[in-house]
């Protein structure tokens, strides 16, 4: 079989039939993707959500819930045209109401959203100005406005779904999507039916008007292997989370497909905490990052199904910048920087010391967000650093744990992607602001990046609406952030899909690669 | 009965037994157990083994069923019964042989009928594997057998569980499932051990009846009183090999071997008070010890020091065990002196108090009501702490003699455990050697685990550790029991002579009433927790005046003078 | 002993006393594992109202987390808190889940049936599997019982996910004899089933042959045999009940660690059911439903004792007419 | 006539000395055997496997069994051989210490039960209950939940999960041991208390539990795995047997070698401490 997109099929589209779909993440503990807002809800959303707006597999912004838009000179009023004719599952109309329902949903605290919140963060109000235009008020420009809401964090629901109530609105959140939420059997399976009404495909789509699957069985496989047997036994048509040494595997299969769909935002990458000795000096993070041989490790590990990344932000991202000079693998380099940085002695076991302080690195990870192999790639990193007198130690964490170590600034290394449309990913990531915490210790910007240079031209990307300077300034930045040694790039978000080849016309969607199976049908 | 399977035109012998040879194990560890025994048994007739523990009489017997037991190599130049070749028998043929041709009492009775099922089942069995009794046939069948052999109220006990028999009754079930199926010969082993002398008479009986019908019957003991009731000819069995045989008067007589005549006069029956058993000298008289008066001059104790300070003395003690209706009065108002360098013998029926009147005059018991005395001071009613200084005074020799030393420990450890404390290693170690000296034992085995040890040597151990404290008396509870008749006398020898030496006052309990007679000076018979008669021994053995004690004394089977 | 006379009365009177000993204990149970469960996860680091609020990933406000203390007491002093916490429970109301925002009941409702269905086939079939082993092996051959003893160790020696994982390759992805993951349809619980009573079958068959080989050695097996009685009989009408007797005993144990292969096993076959809550709720710090679970288990092993206690009376009447 | 003085002498001992050489058993000696390798691979892994445990080489990764690696490599170039001497240490030290606390635990509850009269003995009696109902896997997520994860916490949770099962059973073994004869003369003779537990009962109590105890060790490493396997056990790159056990399994289909060797390894260690246990316990059991 291929990888990237499957072929599509010779004969048309036949209708009926109900894919399995076999999740390898965590089980949502709401759908409702406004409410928390990860990526599992993501998945689960792009079947029976829709957004404002798209992206396509280049990179632009298409239409979808809104026709289309127009900004003012002063970048604060965005005024959308919404679709008509287009009514929710539950035969709420769409309209420019629920548009404002929508983003009042994920301003109010109570709904406890924290993708979607800080999304919006910006927009002050909307104004229902007829029944197809909205108006949102910023407070400040945001050329992120429309990638934010591209997401499926910020898809609009029927405000008459969300009046139920949170508890009743987390096991079946209604929208306009090709599916509807049918039943939710915890720890087992989701079960989505078609929406025959179904008539707002995205600009991007190939097939509009309803699914022709009659519905989706969303089950949730937490054990990869039992994941990928149960693909095998043809239990289940598609599987996500598919581990690297399965891949390969499949590749020589006739029976599989493979969708590699890396997910936007940030690229896979170590953070080094500048916010505290040893890495508040440059030269060590530069010695810790020439110390380790990521390529080698890669290759080992993800047996070709992964490219090495050298950019804060994922290669789907139009604006990521690449710098592969600043990371090659040099040993001596490493001690020599180090030898100057005044770490020049050295205990029994190797471990280099400055003024009786052991140079050890700590390196929280969380066992819920790495997968094996990426943990094996750390032990990989944690050898090579040892040669050049490191002492890294991994510490294997449950969620919480992680969280709560991260939140008290226990760690030099942490790696945490996140997930998000556009460049703007940049400014959570490392704009100074996003080193306070939020009352429950909760930051993104996990190097600690404090420097005034680097805010400032994230503010400016921010209110920058040309495509062309706004890149500009993203480049720049980025640029600083590698050349600062903050991250340890290392690939994209990994996040492959194994497809029976009786699955046909299935997708990845341009925003959070989310696959869509509005257009799939079963041979 | 039915008809039999098995054709009974045989004429020959019932059994016929050829130079049977039973080995275990195989290669180095090889050992055999029974070699080259021949015998046989007429219908009708009663052969008896007798021998030494360990002499592979059980063995022998459970050979004929071809049941020697697993990893047993079984040769023979003939083994039949009643025309049958066993040693060639299939699987098949064999379980026909056995419980309809051959029934078998095991040596064990007590754990001999499966615990988790009714008493009705298990007598039962053989009718329904050979019968094909139905099951209502079986029920009828099994109480008219429990009648048989005594059991009072057999329907109740049919359906009870072999846990809520007393072993008589236990052992009675076990005969009755034994010959359930009408067998033409029966082997019994040891069918008596643990009984009481009237429930042992009255299995006696039932044996001589079945033999008195044609029934043959090969039985094992050790006591030869129970050979010579029933046997017609007795085996005499030592170290696997057969080494004397004849009719019964002759063998009782002696025999024709050494190890008959010594196995002979090891019985106590009949032999005076203070004349060793096995040497039949006259013991010493007693000497004087550590300022006590000797207790008695000359033999059989006719004159008992009476006035002096009993060492131990109970009075009006009583102990009730469990209350309402479930209580047992197991003693009831018992008075007892027990005086310096005397021995007094306690005899009764089994569950009438002996050992719990035992504990209490060794204060492990604390009497309900009354209050023991230790060399006049206090002894019961008192804290432990109180007592700890003084317990040393007190000894006991148990008839368990494995369970009562600490496996982990050496000879020498456990007796200088005993020991009186704060001495110096020299003088422990000496005494030490002294101690197994005094007990004829060899100086060098107190290296040795106690569990290496035989049985005569191992209760000579606990006698060894009971001396080492230096008591004043000592409660010796069934303390042959457990030996074979020859180790049996040694030990009482032993024991004799101790008291001699050093003026210790015995209390001995025992149902066997030749020990008691050929030991004590004066004896109590317990019935139902009281003493029913009490007396200078020779003066309650040839006119005994309770009804209890007659019943008793008839009962003893008696061995023809010799 | 004075069982002779008065055995009818004691059989009725000891079933009572039975009766009324195992409720009291079961009783004394369930309300000391409340306390200590309760204890315990008051010893959770962190802040219980962030708990509560989704924990430290959730962007709890200083006025949420206050709100939360309030509801739940959590700014009482801890008697007070316990206190509630025990009336609640005799209430039997469980509290709400922190992450999944739902009534700990109701999500102990969905998930127990399927983990007591899974516990209990597993169970069963490792009875049945070691009564098959107890009774394949032949009697006295030394070699028989060395390859025995090797076979018990190493299936009760095998983790529940690397025997899952084998059962899996083979009778799924190579021979599609089962489903690999749970369906919903008896063929999707008989490789969980299989996985999770393979290494308790090799536990209670090393058990039960030990007192087989016990209760065939016993004099009353020579008695037996001597009667006539076959092998078989031996085995059946003998032997297999004394072998079972310790079986019997272990067996709420058995399921308790059946309840935490559960964990493992519905992880690997993708089953809904208790472990996985508890597995999840652990990973979250939820700590209504971990409460809630260890009390289901508590609870069904109180039951299950009182269940093996009654069949081992049934099995043993040396127990039921018992005299104390 | 003279008595053959060697026919009848009462006190000659038993005509089979128990203490006839045992015949050795290859399984015993195969089980002691590979039980020194053990201790040695623990206290000095170096001699046994000189290279570095954790010692990468990503390029050498996936390699089969080989003369060069005699168990294969793992998924970074890792020596599986190595590995596994190496962790020898920690995974024993999990099942040694979860062991000693399961016992030290049971051995405190006992005791009081014991001898702390009929009141203790009933608050004992359910405090083993309650820990009954807390099954294994259970109570180790309790801790964990307490402690967060990592190997104290297994350990402790395996430990202590196991406390009321040897607590059942040391605790009938002191009962059957104080009602013993030898106690009892003990007692006859005037010790006190205090030297009668001791030197006496906890002896005689404890030897039989030396051979579950050896049991134990196999079953906690087993256990211990399930917790690594489900990202709660031990942390990288500590060769530990369990969480290489579980870390292997993501690829059982693709590199057979490193489940197999580790699996292996955990049911030879359990396999002969069996073995050994059993022979400890037929000798306590010879010897009571
Ligand atoms: N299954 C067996 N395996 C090995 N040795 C055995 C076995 N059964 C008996 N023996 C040995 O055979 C010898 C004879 O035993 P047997 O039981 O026949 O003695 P006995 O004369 O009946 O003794 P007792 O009077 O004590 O019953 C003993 O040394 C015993 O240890
Ligand atoms: N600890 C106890 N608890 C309850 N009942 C007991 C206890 N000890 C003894 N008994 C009962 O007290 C009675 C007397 O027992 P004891 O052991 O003193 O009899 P014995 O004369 O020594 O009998 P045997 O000759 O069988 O040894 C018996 O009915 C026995 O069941
Ligand atoms: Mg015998
Ligand atoms: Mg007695």
Redesign the pocket.
Known sequence: ACAGEPEPAATGPTEGGTLVYASGDAEPTCLDPHVGGNYPQALLATQFLESLVSRDADGAIVPWLAESWTVSEDALTWEFTLAEGIEFTDGTPFDAEAVKANIEHLQDPATQSSTGYLAVQKVESVEAVDETTARFTLSAPDSALLESLSQPWLAIESPTGIARGMEENCESPVGTGPFVVDSWAKQDRVTLTRNDGYASAPGDAAHDGPAFLDGIEWRFIPDSASRYAALQAGEVDVIDNVQPDVLVQAEQSEDLVELDAPRPGSSNRIELNSGKAPFDDVAVREAFIRSVNVDDAVASLFQGTAERSYSPLASVEPAAYSDDSLFSYDIDEANDLLDEAGWSEKDADGVRMKDGERLTLTFPVSTNQSIPAEVSLFEQLQAGAKEAGFDVQLDLLDLASWYSALGANEYDLVSAPYTKVGPDVLRILYHSDGIVPAPSGYFANHSQIDDPAVDALLDEASATLDEADRAALYEEAQADVLEGYYILPLYDQQNHFLLSTSVHDARALGTVSTPSFAAAWLS | MSARDVSETSTGPLLELDGLT?S??SGSSR?T??RDVSFSIAAGECVA?V????????????SILGL?????IVEARRLAVDGHDVSRAGGRELRRLRGDVVGLIS?DALVSLDPLRRVAAEVGDPLRLHRDASRRERDGAVIELLDRVGIPRPEVRARQYPHQLSGGLRQRALIASAIAAGPRLLIA??PTTALDMTVQAGILRLLGALRDEDTGLLL?S?DLGVVAAVADRVVV?RN?SIVDEGATAAILAGGSHAYTRQLVRAVPAGVPRGTALLSREPLPTATTIAGHTPAREGRGGASLDREGRAVLSARGVAKTFGHGTDATHAVRGIDLDVHPGETIGVVGESGGGKTTLGRILLALTEPDVGTVLLDGEPWSGIRERERRSRRRLAGLVSQDTSSSVDPRWSVGRVIADALPPRLTSDERRRRVRDALADVALDPDLRTRSPRTLSGGQRQRVGIARALAAEPRVIVLDEPVSAL?ATVAAGVLDLLDALQRDRGLAYVLISHDLSVVRHMSDRVAVMLDGVVVETGPTEAVFSSPSHEYTRRLLADVPVLPPA | MALLTTVHGTRARSVARWAARSALRAAVVLWASATLVFFITRLVPGDPAEAALGGPGSQASEEALAAVRERFGFDQPLIVQYGMAMLALLRLDLGTSYSLRQPVAQILGDTVPGTVILAVLALLLAWVLALALTLAQSRGSRVGAAVGDTVEIVASAVPHFWLGTILIAVFSTGLSWFPPVSTGTPAGLVLPVVTLAIPIAGFLAHVMRGSLDEALRSPFAVSALARGETETGLRSRHALRHAALPALGLSAWAFGYLVGGAVVVETIFARPGLGRSLLQAVTVRDVPVVTGVVLVSALVYVVLTIVTDALTRLVDPRIATEVR | MTLDAATIDPLRP???PERRRRRVRVGEVVAVLFTVALVIASVAPGLLAPLDPTAVAPLEAFRPPSPSHPFGTDESGRDVYTRLVHGTGASLLIGLAATAIGLGTALVLALVAVFGGRVADGIVGRTIEVLFAFPALLSALLVILVLGPGPVAATVAVGLSTAPGYARIIRTSLLTVRASGYVESARLLGHSPARVVLRTILPNALAPLLALATLGVGQAVVWASSLSFLGLGAQPPAPEWGAMLASARVYLTTAWWLTVFPGLLIVATTLAATAIGRSLDARSRRSS
């Open positions: 039973v275990f194990g050992t157990v029974v083994i021998g030494e523990s360990g002499s592979g009489k059980s063995v022998t017997a459970r020697a037991g697993p990893g047993a040596q082993d040891e094992i050790h069995m696997g074979d | 038993p005509p089979r």
